[in-house]
Structures are given as structure tokens and as C-alpha cells.
């Protein structure tokens, strides 16, 4: 048993397999204090689901500390009210329709192009060889930048990332994430300066030229939707890839079935998702004080949604810990909306705006990737990591194939 004293979420061997510690946490402690940042950790499905699905009570104040100072400005999830349903509908109508069918196409480009030299090898990394210039890649040419800057633009967003994701930041790794925030924002600029002038079909240029009560968006609420869009598809997208795989790869006869039929992948993501999140927390702040879980909670603390322990509640999912994606309580079909029953794009006002595009990205790499390598597997000694408290993934995924 696990005593107030003697755990810490920010403890070394939480950090290397924080899996192990959410049975116990639901059970007995299902709020958890951390005394060192004087936030509280909510780890069961229930109480996260009322959390982010009361945006009355708590607000997404603690993005003005952790992500406004890096995103260059207000991102949607801090919004409300007609301010955030107006420009929430913008950036959706930005991964839709006629658009995604265009940016499908893209991201089958990308993949194609990014596997091809690892073919005649047999041997390809799916986080380091793949999945991070992938994910840059595609999100460079939904927002019309130029991919020849991809390794810069990693650069700056990790750097960034970093800022937004770390629970306790070192003041030298703050100040470098502040200076890579304005150095990509100094890139910026001048491209959002252009598609004012003469607007193309990505993303900026829908940006630039969408109206808000009737009135274009100033340049710092582009440039921070910008900054937005860029860290919310780059972070998760390598940590996703590499984790479908691997839960193919231990589960061989899932991966038979879903190599026979291609229908399966939108519920082997979608069991992904649930089983190892790429995001595992998601930051709320009760302006009043609550209760949950009968821990009483004061106004203006800290509230963090455990994503990782509430996709493995045992009240929520039959036989959590086990990956399998033909579980009937997952819920495919409504997987990548607000109605999801896992909660790895949050859930409520505030649900991942890029769900759909996301589904869309992870299938058509998984289809590319599997459809040019035959049996999948582990590379010789290979030590599986991972890597994260607030996004999570394989810190890599060497894999070998025929
Ligand atoms: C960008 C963790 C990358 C989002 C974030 C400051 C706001 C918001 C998220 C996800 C993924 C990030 N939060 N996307 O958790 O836009």
C-alpha cells in the first residue's frame, strides 16, 4: 500500500512505469496531492469525465501560466463563450470536408516519402527514423510552411513543448523555451504578413482571411492559433505511430487480423489511444472550492485529469489493462468525437478540435507503413522506454521487417 508520504507522481519510478501505480491511486487515493507544486492528481474515469465536462467550475486558467507565454497568445482551450465557439468552428473547418480529403492525400505523400529509403534496408525506427519528421512534415504543409525548415522548426517546438509540458521546468530550460517561442514567432510573422496579402488554401492563409464578429483576427491570435495548431499535431503524433505498433507487434494475432482486414485500424487506434494515451494530462483550475472523490479541493488550485489512469478504470473498461480492439466497451465509432468513452482527446467544451484529422493522419501512415513491411518486429536486444509524465511516449521503437 502506497501512503501519502512515500509516493510522489514525480518520483523516478512513477515516471518509468506509472501504469503499475493507478490501480492503487483509484483505489485508495483517488486524489492525489502533490504537496511540491501544490496540485492535486485525479485519477478515476468518473471524476475526470465531471471535471472536464463542468466547464462552469473549473476553467483552463492554468494554460496562462504553462502555454500562453510560449504560444505567443491566447490558444482555443483557454476561450470562452462566443470567442471560443467562433474561432473553435474556424480551426474546425480547417480539418473537414473537402479539406481533409486534401490533406489525406498529403499525409499518404508524407509517409510514403519519409518510409522509403528504410525499404531496402529492413530495419526503420518508428519514433526517430519516422514518426518525429513525419509529424512535422504534415504539420508544416497543413499550415503551408515550408518543409525545407522541418529540422528548425522541430527545434523550436520541442523546446516549446517542453515549456507546455513539463511539471517542474529548470529556469536555464524555461528561458530557452521562451527564446525558441520567439524565434518561431519572429518566422512567423513575416509568412503571416503574406497570406494577409495573398491567401493560399492552408491553414494560415484560413486564419488570416476568417472573420470574427466581423472583424479579421488580429496577427497575435494567429500567431498564437498558429503556435496552437503546430505543438497540439506535432507532440502526440510519433508517441501514437509507435505505440500502435508496438501493440500490434506484442499482440500478433490482432495485427493478422487488422493486416486481413483494414476496417480494424480506426479501433486499433482508438485502443491505442485508450490503453497508452499520448497526452496523459490535461490541467483544470476550480474557481470555487469543490469536492472531488470527498477530497476537498480549494479555489484557484491546480487540478490535473490523470487520462492515463481514467482509460484504465476498471469501472469504465472491462479487463483494463489488456489491449484489445475488439473490446465492445470502446465505442469505435464515436472514438474521435466529443462523445469518445476513453478520454484521450479530453472530452467536453474543450475536446480535441484535431480528432478527426488525427484518425485520419494515424491510418494512413499505419496503412502506408504496414502496407510495405512484411512481419513487423522487434530489432535484437531492444529495450523498450517510455518517456513523460504530461505527454508520454516510446522514446524509441527500433523495428525490423521483411
Ligand atoms: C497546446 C499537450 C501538445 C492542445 C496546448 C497548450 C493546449 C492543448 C493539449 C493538446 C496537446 C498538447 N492541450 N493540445 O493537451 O491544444
Not at 497543413?142 to 509540458?165: F, N
Not at 495485427?255 to 499520448?278: G, N
Not at 518486429?377 to 516510446?394: A, I, K, N, V, W
Amino acid at each position: 500500500t502506497l501512503t501519502a508520504s512515500e509516493f510522489s507522481v514525480l518520483d523516478e519510478s512513477f515516471h518509468d512505469d506509472p501504469y503499475r501505480f493507478f490501480a492503487e491511486m483509484r483505489e485508495s487515493r483517488p486524489v492525489h496531492y502533490e504537496p511540491a507544486i501544490d496540485s492535486y492528481f485525479v485519477t478515476r474515469h468518473r471524476d475526470v469525465k465531471a471535471i472536464l465536462t463542468d466547464d462552469e467550475t473549473f476553467t483552463t486558467a492554468p494554460l496562462q501560466v504553462r502555454a500562453e507565454p510560449v504560444m505567443r497568445g491566447p490558444v482555443l482551450a483557454q476561450m470562452t463563450g462566443a470567442e471560443h465557439s467562433a474561432k473553435r468552428k474556424i480551426v474546425v473547418r480547417g480539418f473537414a470536408g473537402r479539406v481533409l480529403a486534401k490533406q489525406a492525400e498529403m499525409i499518404r505523400a508524407n509517409a510514403r516519402e519519409l518510409i522509403e529509403p528504410f525499404l531496402p534496408t529492413g530495419r526503420v525506427d518508428i519514433v526517430n527514423d519516422f514518426g518525429k519528421q513525419f509529424a512535422v512534415y504534415v504539420t508544416l504543409d497543413v499550415l503551408g510552411l515550408d518543409k525545407r525548415d522541418w529540422r528548425q522548426v522541430a527545434q523550436w517546438h520541442s523546446a516549446v513543448a517542453e515549456y507546455v509540458t513539463t511539471i517542474i521546468l529548470p529556469e536555464d530550460r524555461r528561458r530557452h523555451g521562451l527564446h525558441c517561442a520567439e524565434e518561431l514567432e519572429r518566422y512567423l510573422l513575416p509568412i503571416i504578413e503574406e497570406r494577409r496579402a495573398d491567401p493560399g488554401d492552408d491553414l494560415i492563409s484560413r486564419l488570416c482571411t476568417a472573420e470574427y464578429e466581423g472583424i479579421a483576427m488580429s496577427t497575435r491570435d494567429v500567431t498564437a492559433l498558429i503556435m496552437n495548431v503546430l505543438a497540439a499535431a506535432t507532440e502526440p503524433t510519433d508517441k501514437t505511430l509507435a505505440q500502435l505498433f508496438r501493440h500490434l507487434i506484442d499482440h500478433p494475432d490482432q495485427l493478422a487480423q487488422v493486416l486481413e482486414d483494414p476496417a480494424l485500424v480506426p479501433a486499433a487506434i482508438a485502443e491505442t489511444m485508450r490503453h497508452t494515451p499520448p497526452v496523459h494530462l490535461i490541467p483544470r483550475q476550480p474557481w470555487r472550492p469543490v469536492e472531488v472523490a470527498d477530497t476537498p479541493i480549494p479555489a484557484g488550485k491546480t487540478v490535473f485529469c490523470m487520462i492515463g489512469s481514467a482509460n484504465r478504470d476498471p469501472d469504465a473498461f472491462a479487463d483494463p489493462d489488456t489491449f484489445d480492439i475488439h473490446r465492445p466497451d470502446l465505442g469505435t465509432a464515436r472514438s474521435f468525437t466529443a462523445a469518445a468513452h476513453h478520454m484521450a482527446f479530453g472530452t467536453g467544451l474543450h475536446q480535441c478540435v484535431g480528432a478527426a484529422f488525427a484518425k485520419v493522419e494515424i491510418e494512413t501512415a499505419a496503412e502506408v507503413l504496414l502496407g510495405a513491411m512484411r512481419d513487423p518486429r522487434y530489432g535484437e536486444d531492444f529495450q523498450y522506454r517510455e518517456e513523460g509524465l504530461y505527454t508520454r511516449g516510446p522514446v524509441a521503437l527500433p523495428i525490423r521487417f521483411t
